[in-house]
């Protein structure tokens, strides 16, 4: 596997630095957050995101990310964009700069539940993906729908839904434990399994549900938080183990968005613990 990290989780450095930082760490490759943002002081995951190509302006940006990419000896593990499917003319700038800087693939977003009927939205994501892959197909790239609660496709099952069909080299899924811990959760054996050839990247991340509060009726109000990789809910070992059984071997992206340690020290640490986890499920495999 090789192992990058996705910008959104990087806010404090500029482009330069996080490639910088990365390469020195021993990280493979980065995957470019891509949205305009609003500003914020101090930066955030969100706003005000220092390591953030703006959408706005994208093409101009991409002789110098492409630059900066490779003189830090990192591959473009994606493009992570926020383009809803919907969207096509932006979807359509994302495919083309995904191409020119040999990103290969690049994620376009998916609608949000209750921002229509469920099944009407399905229906008009499937077309949107359709036109897509096929867009996808002429920049020879592959357009990926992530795992993702609070939307239409939280889990593998709804993925197979939605793209079932549509050639798996244009039209592929991001696969996210730490998503699917708060909505959508399937056993991953079974979710890579179901996916078949349109598994087409990972992300993990990790999280923790807490007690937060009290409902009206006088019983707990749970939430979920972003937890550490190390000390979340979700057994990154196991993950990586399935991952390894399915013969899965491409970019595992991390987005952690813990803020317990430093930015420096949480990044590094992420990489030593999933080299870690993935060195003691190879010998696993071996001695069986």
């Not at 900066?68 to 591959?75: K, Q, S, V």
């Not at 009407?120 to 096929?134: K, S, V």
């Not at 244009?170 to 996210?176: E, F, K, Q």
Request: aromatic share 8%; no cysteine.
């Amino acid at each position: 596997m090789r192992w990058s990290v996705f910008t959104a989780s990087t806010p404090d450095w500029t482009p330069e630095e996080t490639v910088g930082q990365l390469a020195a760490q021993g990280w493979d490759g980065v995957e470019w957050r891509v949205t305009d943002q609003e500003p914020a002081r101090p930066p955030g995951f969100w706003a005000g995101n220092r390591a953030t190509v703006p959408l706005t302006g994208l093409e101009g940006e991409l002789t110098r990310i492409a630059t900066i990419t490779r003189e830090a000896g990192l591959a473009l593990s994606g493009l992570g964009a926020y383009v809803p499917a919907a969207d096509h003319g932006n979807v359509e700038r994302v495919l083309a700069a995904a191409a020119a800087l040999g990103a290969e693939r690049v994620r376009v977003t998916m609608p949000q539940l209750g921002s229509g009927d469920y099944r009407e939205l399905m229906a008009g994501t499937r077309r949107d993906l359709a036109w897509i892959a096929g867009r996808a197909a002429e920049h020879g790239v592959t357009a990926l729908v992530e795992l993702h609660h609070g939307t239409i496709v939280a889990s593998a099952s709804a993925a197979m839904r939605l793209l079932d069909g549509l050639p798996p080299e244009h039209a592929g899924v991001i696969h996210d434990i730490g998503n699917l811990t708060i909505e959508g959760f399937e056993d991953p054996l079974a979710g890579f399994q179901l996916l078949g050839p349109y598994l087409a990247h990972v992300h993990v991340k990790n999280v923790a549900w807490r007690v937060s509060g009290t409902r009206d009726d006088g019983g707990p109000r749970w939430s979920a938080e972003w937890a550490p990789l190390r000390e979340g809910q979700a057994d990154l070992a196991a993950y990586l183990g399935a991952l390894r059984r399915v013969g899965y071997d491409g970019w595992v992206t991390v987005e952690d968005f813990s803020t317990a340690v430093p930015l420096a020290q949480r990044t590094r640490d992420n990489l030593a613990y999933l080299r870690e986890l993935d060195l003691r499920v190879r010998a696993e495999k071996a001695g069986r």
